[in-house]
């Protein structure tokens, strides 16, 4: 590297494991053709670092989301996107190399952010849609975020970048995620994944009863934080209306997020609080108010619903294929679709509905 380019964003982040891990040589992984240039891999590197406490575990630590180099962006506050991920591995005591599985998420995470532009905060969840390490008999089906417990934020010359550490999650605790919070579970579950270390074995934090009652208490007392819920199968078809038959609009959604989207609205809706479907083309926003109705303003479909339309649709959104109207609301239907679930071929491995 000539002298002109000075890695401080990377010195910055090499400074704080250094207070960690001391001289420690990582296991490094180096990206050879820059994702600018037409190389497959975002993130210009991942290190590893053998960890013992609080189990013997690998910490991989990305570099390539915030700006490495010289500053680039206009945000003078943040360096990049402001992050850098981490991810917490269970690790036998013989095992000399980390998993390549580990390095090819932190990899598809990359790719996600720079090809959607979203970023990761502390608090949010991913659906993996199947196990995040593939062909592994494995219940971690999807991913959590939230601040690595060694790494503060730092200040670099570019810019603040956070520690955002992935942790590997069940089926049902993104369920509980999503109507209750992502925190507050993760929380709860702290003495039994110590250090958020993701551990592949490991059974559902929900069979512990003691977690169980504490997000059924959480979501009762607090609801859900989920205002915002990304639909795969979500799409509205303008009812036709005739002399002789008449059709209502209808919304139409997955199979897969039915459930889940019934309990967000009794999570949300009976607090107070909005909910948003987002789709591919359109929007629907669930809206609580005094009086039942539904109104069409440009891709956005804004349905109002009172206590008792709320309950009523929170109960009829069931993973099975139907469709069926409200008494509350006249001329909107609700339609559930299968939803099939494919393997990286393109091969339907599970049909829900």
């Given at each position: 590297m000539?002298?002109?380019?000075k890695?401080?964003g990377?010195?910055?982040?090499?400074?704080?494991?250094l207070k960690i891990y001391?001289e420690q040589e990582?296991?490094?992984?180096g990206t050879i053709?820059?994702y600018?240039?037409?190389?497959?891999d975002?993130l210009q590197g991942?290190?590893?670092?053998?960890?013992?406490?609080p189990?013997?575990h690998?910490h991989?630590?990305?570099y390539?989301?915030?700006?490495?180099?010289?500053?680039?962006?206009?945000d003078?506050?943040?360096?990049?996107?402001g992050?850098?991920?981490?991810?917490?591995?269970?690790?036998?005591e013989?095992e000399e190399?980390?998993?390549?599985?580990?390095?090819?998420?932190?990899q598809n995470?990359?790719r996600?952010?720079?090809?959607?532009?979203n970023?990761?905060?502390?608090?949010d969840?991913l659906d993996?849609n199947?196990?995040i390490?593939l062909g592994?008999d494995?219940?971690?089906?999807?991913?959590?975020?939230t601040?690595?417990p060694?790494?503060?934020?730092i200040?670099t010359p570019?810019?603040?970048?956070?520690?955002?550490?992935?942790?590997?999650?069940t089926g049902?605790?993104?369920?509980?995620?999503q109507?209750?919070n992502t925190?507050?579970?993760?929380?709860?579950?702290?003495?039994?994944i110590?250090?958020?270390?993701t551990?592949?074995d490991?059974?559902?934090?929900?069979?512990i009863?003691s977690?169980?009652?504490?997000?059924?208490?959480?979501?009762?007392?607090e609801g859900?934080?989920t205002?915002?819920?990304f639909?795969d199968q979500?799409a509205?078809?303008?009812?036709?209306?005739?002399?002789?038959?008449?059709?209502?609009?209808?919304?139409?959604?997955?199979a897969k997020q039915?459930?889940?989207?019934?309990?967000?609205?009794r999570?949300?809706?009976?607090?107070g609080?909005n909910?948003?479907?987002v789709?591919?083309?359109?929007r629907?926003v669930?809206?609580?108010?005094?009086?039942?109705?539904?109104?069409?303003e440009?891709?956005d479909i804004?349905?109002?619903l009172n206590?008792?339309?709320a309950i009523?649709l929170?109960q009829?959104?069931i993973p099975?294929?139907?469709?069926?109207e409200?008494s509350?609301?006249t001329?909107?239907?609700f339609q559930i679709m299968?939803?099939y679930?494919k393997d990286?071929?393109?091969n339907?491995?599970?049909?829900?509905?």
């Amino acid at each position: 590297m000539s002298e002109e380019v000075k890695a401080t964003g990377w010195d910055a982040i090499d400074e704080e494991l250094l207070k960690i891990y001391g001289e420690q040589e990582p296991k490094h992984y180096g990206t050879i053709i820059p994702y600018s240039l037409g190389g497959d891999d975002p993130l210009q590197g991942i290190s590893a670092y053998k960890s013992e406490t609080p189990v013997p575990h690998w910490h991989f630590v990305t570099y390539g989301f915030s700006e490495l180099y010289e500053k680039e962006s206009e945000d003078a506050d943040y360096s990049g996107y402001g992050f850098e991920l981490t991810f917490r591995l269970a690790r036998n005591e013989d095992e000399e190399e980390p998993p390549a599985w580990a390095l090819n998420l932190l990899q598809n995470m990359g790719r996600y952010v720079f090809n959607s532009g979203n970023v990761f905060k502390s608090g949010d969840y991913l659906d993996a849609n199947g196990p995040i390490c593939l062909g592994e008999d494995t219940l971690l089906t999807a991913l959590a975020f939230t601040f690595d417990p060694e790494l503060p934020a730092i200040d670099t010359p570019n810019g603040q970048v956070e520690f955002i550490q992935m942790v590997g999650i069940t089926g049902d605790e993104l369920e509980a995620m999503q109507t209750w919070n992502t925190l507050g579970v993760l929380n709860a579950g702290l003495a039994y994944i110590p250090s958020y270390v993701t551990d592949l074995d490991r059974a559902s934090l929900l069979q512990i009863s003691s977690i169980a009652e504490a997000v059924e208490k959480g979501m009762e007392e607090e609801g859900s934080n989920t205002g915002f819920l990304f639909v795969d199968q979500l799409a509205w078809e303008q009812g036709k209306k005739g002399w002789f038959s008449k059709h209502p609009d209808k919304v139409m959604l997955g199979a897969k997020q039915a459930g889940i989207i019934g309990k967000l609205l009794r999570g949300r809706i009976l607090k107070g609080k909005n909910l948003t479907l987002v789709g591919r083309e359109i929007r629907v926003v669930f809206k609580p108010g005094e009086k039942s109705e539904f109104r069409v303003e440009d891709q956005d479909i804004i349905i109002s619903l009172n206590e008792k339309a709320a309950i009523e649709l929170g109960q009829s959104l069931i993973p099975q294929e139907k469709e069926f109207e409200l008494s509350t609301i006249t001329g909107l239907s609700f339609q559930i679709m299968k939803t099939y679930i494919k393997d990286q071929e393109g091969n339907v491995v599970e049909t829900i509905g």
